[in-house]
């Protein structure tokens, strides 16, 4: 069994940037959430599981319409309950089964101008997997049921609406010496969007000891959610997204401590799901789910580590060209340029680090007109055992108070101090 509770509250900041009309108030949050998870071994074959979470979250954010006479605390309230229970079985030295139903739903208010959304989804899976030597087999049925409730505003009827997915998926995996091969196939019938089939294929060979190469493809479906078509934010025509990817990387341990990475990849998508503020049919301000018709992922990334003595060094840089290949523009939000570079050195009984965060500049609209601009952080981290199972935390993050958006008009948080203490005990 396990149980967990948590509650956390800040005084937050003004998160509108300072040319936009807003409330100037601090928005701050609270937050209280909890778990449990209960578990039988009824005998070494079988084994059933409960799990349970709720949580409450009550964040201030500042509304559309806004009246220096007559400022309101807009409240944003989100309620989540997720239940679910499995069943594991054992049954021969071959055959192994888990049935597993989850129920999560969730509740999004916002007050005093009201909107208020429910989202129901109930989840059917039966997993089975086959091991003969090197080789595994499985095979998963699968069912999901949605359902949306939107409650009536000025604005809007009270709207009700229901799907449901079933999905057969099957896999093949072979281990053995250097090799490794994966195949997959999927069949999904969705109750509004009809029948897809995708698949994947993937293989990896290790030529060394040290240097391992491997290539993929495959081919993705994802249908819009029914909140990314019918809520305040929705767009009721969105389509399906549908993908083909391909990937090629080398790796490279010459020891435990350190290693080399680079992956080359090639991703296109039709009627990609993205948010634009200029999105067509969107009745909202503040944008709406939107199709992009062809889109386009193709880049590499590069990422490494290495110990020196205490130190040890860690970085992945990717280049990426995210594109509409209808527009030739950049995607929204995404930049061509990101990286990380950080450090862990031990003096004594601490351990510092230091980490460094960039990213390129990117767009806040399809038109490539309204630009965010790039921003780089330095964050920097503490830590030591203060006695057994007992170890103190500290964290600075963008010690430079670098300004930036990661959405347009809104603000991100200056320089952030942390400090904890986290108790394991060995029991």
């Known amino acids: 069994y396990s149980l967990g509770a948590s509650r956390d509250q800040s005084d ?20 209280t959430s909890g778990n449990v998870r209960l578990g039988l071994q009824i005998n070494p074959q079988q084994r059933i599981e409960g799990t349970l979470l709720q949580s409450y979250l009550n964040s201030g954010y500042d509304g559309f319409v806004y009246d220096p006479s007559a400022p309101v605390d807009d409240r944003n309230k989100y309620w989540l309950r997720t239940a679910g229970v499995n069943w594991s079985s054992q049954w021969t030295d071959v055959w192994r089964t888990k049935l597993s139903v989850s129920d999560p739903s969730n509740r999004y208010q916002t007050d005093p101008h ?25 095979a998963d049925l699968e069912r999901r049921e949605d359902s949306l409730n939107n409650a009536a ?12 997915q079933n999905a057969l998926a099957l896999g093949y995996r072979f281990m053995q010496g250097a090799h490794t091969l994966q195949l997959n196939a999927r069949r999904d019938d969705d109750s509004e969007f009809g029948g897809k089939t995708t698949g ?6 290790a030529f060394t000891p040290a240097w391992r190469a491997t290539v993929s493809a ?23 997204e549908e993908g083909t990817n391909y990937e090629a990387g080398l790796r490279w341990t010459p020891q435990p401590s350190s290693s080399l990475s680079l992956t080359a990849y090639h991703n296109k ?4 799901i993205d948010f634009d503020y200029s999105a067509t049919g969107c009745q909202s301000f503040f944008g709406c789910y939107t199709n992009v018709g062809r889109a386009q992922y193709e880049g590499v990334t590069l990422a490494g580590t290495h ?13 990426q060209d995210p594109r509409d290949l209808d527009t030739d523009k950049l995607l929204v939000q995404r930049a061509r340029v990101y990286g990380t570079l950080g450090a862990d050195v031990r003096v004594g009984t601490w351990v510092l680090g230091a980490e460094v965060v960039a990213s390129g500049k990117r767009y806040a609209d399809a038109a490539n007109t309204q630009v965010l601009g790039g921003y780089g952080l330095l964050n920097f981290t503490a830590s030591t055992p203060l006695s057994d199972g007992l170890t103190l935390l500290a964290r600075v993050d963008n010690a430079t108070d670098k300004d930036y958006q990661l959405v347009r008009n809104y603000a991100t948080a200056g320089p952030t101090f942390y400090v904890g ?4 005990p060995k029991l």
């Open 153 to 164: 505003t000025q604005f809007s009827p009270e709207l009700d609406r229901e799907r449901s």
């Open 12 to 31: 937050g900041f003004d998160v509108r940037t300072p040319n936009v009309v807003h409330n100037p108030d601090k928005d701050g949050y609270e937050q």
């Open 269 to 272: 998508v039709k009627n990609l």
């Open 200 to 205: 994947s294929a993937a293989y990896g060979y």
């Open 218 to 240: 495959g081919t993705s479906f994802r249908a819009p959610t029914l909140y990314q078509r019918f809520s305040e934010y929705g767009v009721a025509g969105l389509q399906p």
């Open 307 to 319: 110990r020196i003595g205490d130190v040890s060094l860690r970085g992945s840089l990717d280049w």
């Open 114 to 138: 009201f909107y208020r959304t429910e989202t129901t989804i109930r989840d059917y899976l039966f997993q089975n997997e086959f091991r003969f030597g090197s080789h595994l087999i499985t």
């Open 421 to 424: 203490l986290k108790w394991a």
